[in-house]
């Protein structure tokens, strides 16, 4: 299984403060995604990411929220101003094909403060 | 919409016996559904992908079925081990974009 690692593994923050998240890819996969688990709550999608450009997004995924990848090597999730809901697990995916197996990074720890 | 649900949402079983996870869907338009499991505070293992012209996946003590027309799939463990206790996730992929959607999950413990 292709190893997949995100940074940081927890970050706190305070409320209206900005962070990134980072995913370091694998370089043959160019389909990544974003998810997020809220504290005993079921995985949700954000936002699928080909060919360097948003392929879907979620009703999530409003204008606070960013992804890119922009020198070809980290997968970022940028959130502008954060707020106290947007605690959780955030995890990062690829998959060489958009109906391939996806395999999860372990994840960042949020927690707004 | 695509709904996933997955029960039951806890189930505990001594050492040795098989376990048998169940996931359903409402839409049985989707291209595969695959099986995750998850450690406390861990991210998600993937398990097993069984595409939607599949009926089943085998991975060693896994196997996983699909019946697309009924909305079902079985996650069956043989012969549980204390270090199978984890929660499992059953996703479906409905888009061609990788979209997943997920279940609640079954947590499952398994005692020596």
């Known amino acids: 299984e292709p190893e997949v690692t995100q940074t940081p593994s927890h970050q706190v923050t305070q409320m209206g403060q900005e962070v990134i998240l980072r995913c370091v890819p694998i370089s043959n996969h160019l389909y990544f995604y974003w998810y997020r688990q809220i504290l005993g709550q079921k995985v949700e999608f954000l936002v699928s990411?080909?060919?360097?450009?948003?392929?879907?997004k979620s009703e999530i995924f409003d204008d606070q929220f960013s992804v890119e990848r922009p020198d070809g090597s980290n997968f970022t999730l940028k959130i502008r101003s954060t707020k106290l809901e947007d605690s959780a697990m955030y995890f990062c995916?690829?998959?060489?094909?958009?109906?391939?197996?996806?395999?999860f990074g372990p994840g960042t720890r949020l927690t707004v403060l | 919409k695509q709904e996933v649900t997955q029960i039951p949402a806890a189930l505990s079983v001594p050492e040795g016996e098989n376990l048998v996870l169940n996931c359903s869907f409402t839409?049985?338009?989707?291209?595969?559904l695959q099986w995750f499991r998850q450690d406390p505070g861990k991210g998600l293992t993937s398990l097993l992908l069984i595409q939607s012209s599949q009926r089943e996946q085998t991975s060693g003590r896994l196997n996983a079925s699909l019946d697309k027309s009924s909305g079902r799939s079985t996650l069956y463990i043989a012969a549980s081990q204390p270090g199978d206790s984890a929660t499992y996730l059953c996703a479906v992929l409905s888009d061609s974009w990788g979209k997943l959607q997920f279940g609640a999950g079954t947590q499952v413990v398994v005692t020596p």
């Open positions: 990411f080909y060919n360097n450009e948003i392929s879907e």
């Open positions: 839409d049985s338009a989707i291209y595969n």
């Open positions: 995916a690829r998959t060489g094909g958009a109906t391939d197996t996806q395999y």
